[in-house]
Nanobody, 126 residues
Framework: QVQLVESGGGLVQAGGSLRLSCAAS????????MAWFRQGPGKEREFVAAISWPGSVTDYLDSVKGRFTISRDNAKNTMDLQMNSLKPDDTAVYYC???????????????????WGQGTQVTVSS
């Protein structure tokens, strides 16, 4: 059974940091682009960051550029999102996702991703 499991969410004050992790099991995702999405209260799910399968290319939502860093460890089948200088607007459930196309380029559309985690809550207080 293929699973993506996020961890690392929590409550943090504005300006603080959190590191989210996504652990994959059931298959290897080393040749698939992966991404983080989020859904805030009363909002649509939105793209946050994506990383190519070798980890050499990254893409970020404009509002998180310079604050968030996406990375992956293909040997461990994991992906991380380091979040610094957090703002109340970053409050959301964060989801990791794996693309359906091996060796594909990064993309921002959520329907391009086949596998999703259950989400981890990030709450940033002002």
């Amino acid at each position: 059974q293929v699973q993506l499991v996020e961890s690392g969410g929590g409550l943090v004050q504005a300006g603080g940091s959190l590191r989210l992790s996504c652990a994959a099991s059931g298959r290897t995702f080393s040749t698939y682009p992966m991404a983080w999405f989020r859904q805030g209260p009363g909002k649509e799910r939105e793209f946050v960051a994506a990383i190519s399968w070798p980890g050499s290319v990254t893409d970020y939502l404009d509002s998180v550029k310079g604050r968030f860093t996406i990375s992956r460890d293909n040997a461990k089948n994991t992906m991380d999102l380091q979040m610094n200088s957090l703002k109340p607007d970053d409050t959301a459930v964060y989801y990791c996702a794996a693309d359906k196309r091996p060796f594909g380029s990064t993309r921002r559309i959520d329907f391009g991703y086949d596998y999703w985690g259950q989400g981890t809550q990030v709450t940033v207080s002002s």
